[in-house]
C-alpha cells in the first residue's frame, strides 16, 4: 500500500522556521502533483501549498505566499515544506497528500494521505 509519511513538525517561537517533509513508500508518486493541507482544531482542512510532478509548478494559500516554500526531490521520494516567519495562527496539524494531473486546493481531490505532523507556534 503507498505510504505518505510527515515529519519536522514541532513547537516554535513565532518568527521562527521549520521544514516539513513527506517521503512517500512508492516511486510511481514521483509523477504526481503533490500538497501539503493543514488542520487547526475546529476548523475544515485547508490548503497549504501544491508542487507538480516536475515542480515547474507551484500554488500557495495567500495566507502563506512569501513565507513558505514547497519543493520536491523526486530521486528521494520527498517533498519539503519551508516554513519561515512562522505565526501563530499557522498552528494546525500538517498533512501531505497526492494526486495525479492538475494541482486543486480541495483535499477531496487528492487520492493519498499521510498521517500528519503537528506545527505549534507560540507567539
Known amino acids: 500500500q503507498v505510504q505518505l509519511v510527515e515529519s519536522g513538525g514541532g513547537l516554535v517561537q513565532a518568527g521562527a522556521s521549520l521544514r516539513l517533509s513527506c517521503a512517500a513508500s512508492?516511486?510511481?508518486?514521483?509523477?504526481?502533483?503533490k500538497a501539503w493541507f493543514r488542520q487547526a482544531p475546529g476548523k475544515e482542512r485547508e490548503f497549504v501549498a501544491a508542487?507538480?510532478?516536475?515542480?515547474?509548478?507551484?500554488n500557495y494559500a495567500d495566507s502563506v505566499k512569501g513565507r513558505f516554500t514547497i519543493s520536491r526531490d523526486n530521486a528521494k521520494n520527498t517533498v519539503y515544506l519551508q516554513m519561515n516567519s512562522l505565526r501563530s495562527e499557522d498552528t494546525a496539524v500538517y498533512y501531505c497528500?497526492?494526486?495525479?494531473?492538475?494541482?486543486?486546493?480541495?483535499?477531496?481531490?487528492?487520492?493519498?494521505w499521510g498521517q500528519g505532523t503537528q506545527v505549534t507556534v507560540s507567539s
Open positions: 497528500a497526492a494526486r495525479r494531473l492538475v494541482i486543486t486546493t480541495t483535499p477531496q481531490r487528492y487520492d493519498y
Open positions: 508542487i507538480s510532478a516536475s515542480s515547474s509548478i507551484t
Open positions: 512508492e516511486r510511481t508518486l514521483s509523477t504526481y502533483t
